[in-house]
């Protein structure tokens, strides 16, 4: 019997419903290279819309979309390997090109290539810190990439509000924001959850990421849409309304 829902994952496609104003907007965002901030509680789609938007570009040349997740990245070092390790292994097209890419954008990490645990994906890769100077080259590498593969990158980081947690969190937002704002080949889609940190971080004029970007606040999927949704999903997996039961 098929499940008329999916719980506990992001909505694709085939289960996406309403969001055509974000939709729109994120994806005039991504064509144009507009940085664009998504701030709501957890639970309202943030993820499930960047992947909505995100699985369009798929098929295109001229633009490549990166998503990136900064849960687990508790200090500055976690999130620069976390962010070269997800560039090159999502601008390359097959694993074998892991490793000379990394090796001709990056002098200060090196890739380490293992086999996975994960059935879906049969290599993983991760980076090892071989240089204490790699925060610029760090920062710089989507749009060397870019430039070099003459295409333009959309850096899309979930779970942002993370960074804001570090020791020393408002230096290393400068630094980010410092080499991120000259770039012209890449713009970034930054989203997450704690709304109250995630306003002072991209609303206050003393904070570096003010001004970033336009800042979307998700609303919550109104109640009719819903309602429609529901009602057809139970009908598409064969099931009979409950009043009838
Ligand atoms: N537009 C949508 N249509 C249908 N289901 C959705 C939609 N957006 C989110 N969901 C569902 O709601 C749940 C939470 O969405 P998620 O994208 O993970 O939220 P967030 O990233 O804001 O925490 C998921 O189970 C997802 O499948
Ligand atoms: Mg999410």
Redesign the pocket.
């Known amino acids: 019997m098929k499940t008329p829902f ?6 694709d496609e085939l ?5 055509e104003e974000e939709t729109r907007r994120l994806r005039m965002n991504f064509e144009n290279g507009i940085n664009t901030i998504i701030i ?10 960047v ?2 938007v995100a699985e369009q570009f798929r098929a295109r040349k001229d633009i490549r979309v990166v998503k990136l997740d900064a849960f687990a990245c508790r200090t500055p070092e976690d999130f620069y390997k976390m962010f070269a390790t997800e560039i090159i292994r999502q601008t390359a097209t097959k694993a074998e090109e892991w490793v000379a890419n990394a090796k001709r954008f990056l002098s200060s990490l090196v890739p380490v290539v293992s086999v996975s645990s994960d059935p879906m994906n049969t290599f993983s890769l991760s980076m090892k810190i071989v240089d204490s100077n790699f925060t610029e080259e760090v920062l710089t590498l989507p749009e060397r990439v870019a430039t070099e593969k003459n295409l333009h990158i959309v850096v899309c980081i ?1 779970e942002f509000q993370q960074i804001g947690e570090f020791t020393d969190s408002i230096t290393f937002q400068k630094k980010l924001r410092s080499v991120w704002q000259h770039q012209h080949k890449t713009s970034y889609c930054l989203f997450g ?1 704690k709304r109250h940190l995630l306003m002072y971080m991209f609303q206050k004029s003393n904070y570096p990421f003010y001004k970033f970007g336009d800042v979307l606040f ?1 609303e919550r ?1 109104p109640l009719p849409y819903w309602t429609k ?1 529901i009602g057809s999903r139970f009908l598409e997996a064969g099931k009979k309304s409950m009043t009838h039961s």
């Open positions: 999916v719980y506990g994952i992001a909505a289960h996406f419903t309403d969001r709501s509680p957890r639970r309202w789609g943030k993820t499930s819309l992947n909505y979930d959850s998700l999927i949704y």
